[in-house]
């Protein structure tokens, strides 16, 4: 069965220029802008901003 494309797999990478990334699925109908979570980036060993790149 494929993967529904309102789910897609999108990339968190870190504000913080740390290079760290988290992987995660985004609702397109929810989130049709590009998101933006507060997450723990442990080379910072801080809550940074992990923005969605594409």
Not at 10 to 17: E, P
Not at 32 to 53: G, I, N, S
């Amino acid at each position: 069965m494929a993967r529904s494309e309102l789910r897609p797999i999108v990339s968190l990478r870190s504000t913080a220029g740390t290079g760290y990334t988290y992987v995660t699925r985004k609702n397109r109908r929810n989130d049709a802008d590009r998101l933006v979570l507060r997450k723990y980036d442990p080379a910072a060993r801080r809550h940074t901003a992990f923005r969605e790149e594409r």
